[in-house]
């Protein structure tokens, strides 16, 4: 089953409507108003908040940074095939979210970025995690060691285990380096479905809420 445009932002719209009740707060009438019908053409195959990872059909993510705002990789990650953009709601935002820099490119407006990031992660990538077992670790030392250690023994009981640490990433006959403790929800949810695809799943399969 693919996701549309219109599946991911009617997704975020209840998605909101219930966190809205839940705390009593009121929804901005700005978040649907560029939705259009259109967008149930419009497959979604991937989503990053990386320009440099974008790939046709892909979702990018454009979020503010430390040093930059992710908006100005706009015309990079169009360039690169991305069928839509999703950004911060919030203004003033940067020219290159203005309509006249964004022409007919379709925007998912965001009112809390990297949960709703974290969201539209989940579901682009066909909510790996119903089919994985997790175990985190945390702590200020040892979290490699510990890892490590614990793939091992879980690979000569259970067969091949799948790891993300901060030195590597692992399984499913994959292999390659990491330099990030925590990723975003976007490489994350892409990795867990990458799990999944090399046989790490379980149970049934689900997509969206």
Same mark, same amino acid.
């Given at each position: 089953m693919s996701l549309t445009l219109l599946d991911l932002s009617r997704a975020l719209s209840a998605h909101r409507a219930g966190r809205s009740q839940s705390a009593e707060r009121q929804l901005d009438d700005r978040l649907a108003s560029a939705e259009r019908d259109d967008w149930g053409e419009l497959e979604v195959r991937g989503v990053t908040h990386d320009s440099r990872a974008v790939a046709p059909g892909w979702l990018y993510v454009a979020l503010p940074g430390r040093a930059t705002h992710g908006a100005r990789f706009i015309p990079q990650a169009i360039a690169a095939g991305a069928v839509a953009i999703a950004a911060p709601i919030e203004e003033p935002r940067p020219t290159e979210l203005s309509p006249e820099a964004l022409g007919a490119t379709p925007v998912l /407006? =965001?009112?809390?970025? +990297? %949960?709703?990031?974290? /969201? $539209?992660?989940? /579901? !682009? /990538?066909? +909510?790996? &995690?119903?089919? =994985?077992?997790?175990?985190?670790?945390?702590?200020?030392?040892?979290?490699?060691?510990?890892? *490590? $250690? =614990?793939?091992?023994?879980?690979?000569?009981?259970?067969?091949? !285990?799948? =790891? %993300?640490?901060?030195?590597?990433? +692992?399984?499913?006959? &994959?292999?390659?380096?990491?330099?990030?403790?925590? &990723?975003? *929800?976007?490489? %994350?949810?892409? +990795?867990?479905a990458g799990f999944v695809r090399a046989g790490h799943g379980i149970g049934p399969k689900q997509r969206l809420p």
């Open positions: /407006w =965001l009112s809390e970025p +990297r %949960l709703e990031m974290a /969201w $539209l992660s989940e /579901w !682009v /990538w066909g +909510r790996p &995690l119903d089919h =994985l077992q997790l175990i985190g670790v945390t702590g200020t030392n040892g979290k490699t060691t510990t890892t *490590s $250690l =614990l793939a091992e023994i879980l690979t000569l009981a259970d067969g091949d !285990v799948g =790891l %993300l640490g901060t030195i590597k990433a +692992r399984g499913g006959g &994959l292999e390659a380096s990491s330099s990030m403790t925590t &990723l975003e *929800s976007t490489a %994350l949810h892409e +990795r867990f």
